[in-house]
């Protein structure tokens, strides 16, 4: 992706690249899907239903594990554009997975607030513990570690999401027991967010 | 200095999120019925009289920018309400919306009424899933009890406020790549001028205001804009809301006037440096601003005490860093993110961000070589200032800051060939490092 013939790219792939997803299964929306999705394409202008690509493709997601191009083409079909302009956001945002990934998708933190915090070491006990480095999944498919930037929490640092759970305050000596609390339990294993008060 | 809290109080009590506490306990949406009985241009004089600077960074007037939106278009208005939150060390806008989220609801109506729009999209995270939970009940609450809808109050006025999920772009948070990603593409800036004021949202005028900034619209109208201004030193009126994390005490969010000093918040308010350690460095407005050392904290944590001693306040996240924290280190992590984020629009941004990262982490494993560093130096100032959006000053900051504040640091890395500050909390081998 460099233009400068002697420093290349340093790794993979960049948001701003364009990536083929496999083509995965058949995809349509389910009925209900369907209905759901129109439900939010009628927030934005008869004219603007592109407007509602995201929450298409986190529908399709959903479904399938990760956004796969028989899915982005359905999706392009119910907005009425063009495969390209769904293939565009789907690349480029960084919570749609190009590519199966585990059951479980642990998501460190690694920004500033958080490594301050041992973030680096919760990655790297997790990383042993599954022998696997960060990208990757392990060979049960049960775990895909990732390392994302700053989740907004910082004060609860480190922070890590699994799929969408949200846990906090992870401290790295605790880091592998966190993988047989989501195995035990799930998401509900986490600890969600402070905030909230009423738990 | 301590002061009352107007925005987040209560937020701690169970259940502050649901609409019969904030009708019951706070004054849940008087001041939308009393802006309603206001002309717009009454709401927009009393922010502007208010002086409230936006929340989200650059502490622009938020009157002024609702002054701009063209009124005469004949197209549709839009309030786009910022909601990205992904600035490095902030978490403000999070503990809003997912305590508070009625007070950014009235925030958004009177601002509509203000600009003359009927819709505001909030443009929140999609990481941010459990927030948006409360966000969208919290909007479903005010449709049924008529807060939201058509024919507000009697009044005749409409508003419509719906929430908007992003999916992981920290650039989605600068106000033309938010428009954009609204429109279903990726989220890119856009040239300017014309500015969204003009040509936003479906090429309708449109105001982006964050979070913050939208929650400190309710408070103005119903309590004047001279009380919201004595709050805080001149121009820099009203409560604001301090992010510390990083190696405090108590990291959180505090909320304070802008008189209360960086130093307070670290030692007072975050309870002071952890472990018994010593302050090294602080970042004090998000990872975009310079670094303040610890004789240059004791200044008012205001958008201009911040500029006059060397920096900005940003977002307010102040990311607290103890003596034993490697100044290389801290410019590699924060490149990294940059690297990620950069959305790839300008060749500058893009390439050149990777070629810091490159470097950065040459030096701190120790493979530096002393050109390096005026390299690194020349790269980021060949990306500062020479993109379309603010996003390459951010980027070039950690370096030219870090370099400035502690040139020694990377000259003894280059010298012994290691890094000669690795702290226990780090990873033993290092990851994601290139
Ligand atoms: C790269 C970049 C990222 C930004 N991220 C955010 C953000 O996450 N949240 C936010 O409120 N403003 C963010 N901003 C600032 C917005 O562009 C804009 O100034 C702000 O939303 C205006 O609202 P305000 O006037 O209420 O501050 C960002 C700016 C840049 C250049
Ligand atoms: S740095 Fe991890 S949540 Fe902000």
Not at chain 1, 165 to 175: I, L, V, Y
Not at chain 2, 236 to 241: D, S, Y
Not at chain 2, 270 to 281: E, V
Not at chain 2, 359 to 364: A, F, R, V
Request: aromatic share 8%; proline share 6%.
């Amino acid at each position: 992706m460099s233009f400068h013939p002697e420093i290349p790219y340093t790794t993979g792939q960049h948001r701003s690249e364009r990536l083929l997803s496999p083509e995965g299964e058949p995809f349509a929306f389910t009925p209900e899907q369907r209905a759901r999705f129109e439900e939010l394409a009628s927030h934005y202008p008869p004219e603007r239903r592109k407007s509602a690509v995201i929450f298409a493709l986190f529908m399709v997601q959903e479904q399938v594990g990760y956004v796969s191009r028989s899915g982005m083409r359905h999706v392009a079909a119910v907005i009425g554009c063009t495969p390209a302009e769904v293939e565009e956001v789907a690349t480029y945002y960084a919570m749609f997975y190009k590519q199966p990934v585990g059951t479980f998708v642990i998501q460190v933190c690694r920004t500033l607030s958080c490594a301050l915090k041992g973030a680096e070491r919760v990655t790297e006990e997790i990383a042993n513990a599954l022998h696997i480095k960060p990208g990757e999944t392990d060979t049960t498919g049960t775990f895909t570690l990732v390392e994302v930037e700053c989740l907004g929490a910082c004060d609860r640092a480190p922070v890590v999401m699994v799929n969408d759970g949200w846990h906090e305050c992870q401290r790295p000596e605790d880091a592998v027991r966190l993988l047989d609390v989501v195995r035990a339990r799930g998401e509900a294993g986490l600890s969600g967010c402070v905030h909230r008060v009423e738990k | 200095m301590a002061m009352e809290p107007i925005l987040t109080p209560l937020v701690r009590e169970p259940g502050s999120y649901t609409l019969d506490f904030y009708l019951q306990r706070l004054d849940g949406y008087q001041a939308l019925r009393k802006a309603l009985g206001m002309t717009p241009d009454q709401v927009i004089d009393a922010v502007k009289a208010s002086g409230l600077r936006g929340r989200g960074g650059a502490g622009f007037p938020t009157g002024m920018k609702w002054q701009f939106v063209d009124k005469k278009s004949p197209k549709a208005k839009y309030i786009c309400c910022n909601a990205d939150e992904s600035e490095p060390g902030t978490f403000k806008d999070h503990l809003l919306m997912e305590r508070n989220p009625h007070l950014l609801i009235e925030g958004c109506a009177i601002g509509c009424h203000a600009i003359g729009s009927s819709v505001a999209y909030i443009y929140i995270r999609g990481e941010f899933l459990h927030v948006q939970h409360h966000l969208e009940a919290a909007i479903a609450e005010a449709y049924k009890a008529g807060y939201l809808g058509k024919n507000i109050f009697g009044t005749g006025f409409n508003c419509d406020v719906y929430m908007h999920r992003g999916a992981g772009a920290y650039e989605a948070g600068e106000e033309t790549a938010l428009i954009e990603s609204l429109e279903g593409k990726r989220a890119q800036p856009r040239i300017k001028p014309p500015f969204p004021a003009v040509e936003g949202l479906y090429n309708c005028p449109t105001a982006v205001n964050n979070v913050e900034t939208l929650c400190n619209v309710p408070s103005i109208v119903l309590k004047g804009a001279e009380w919201f201004a004595a709050l805080g030193p001149e121009k820099n009126g009203g409560p604001k809301l301090f992010c510390v994390s990083g190696h405090v005490v108590k990291p959180g969010v505090f909320e304070a006037s802008m008189h209360t000093t960086v130093k307070s918040l670290i030692y007072d308010y975050a309870g002071g440096i952890a472990n018994g350690r010593q302050l090294k460095a602080v970042i004090p407005g998000g990872s975009s601003v310079p670094i303040l050392l610890p004789d240059q904290i004791d200044v008012p944590a205001s958008f201009d005490g911040l500029m006059k001693a060397g920096s900005l306040l940003g977002s307010a996240g102040m990311i607290v860093m103890d003596d034993t924290t490697c100044m290389v280190w801290v410019a590699q992590n924060l490149l990294h993110f940059y690297r990620h984020e950069s959305c790839g629009k300008c060749t500058p941004c893009r390439e050149g961000g990777d070629w810091l990262l490159k470097m950065l982490s040459k030096i701190e494993r120790g493979e530096g070589q002393m050109r390096d560093i005026d390299l690194l130096l020349s790269v980021a100032d060949n990306i500062a200032g020479k993109t379309l959006c603010a996003f390459g000053d951010a980027a070039a900051t950690p370096v030219l800051t870090t370099i400035k504040q502690f040139r020694h640091e990377f000259e003894a890395h280059i010298r012994e060939g290691r890094c000669t500050c690795p702290a226990d909390w780090r990873a033993k081998e290092p990851v994601g490092a290139h």
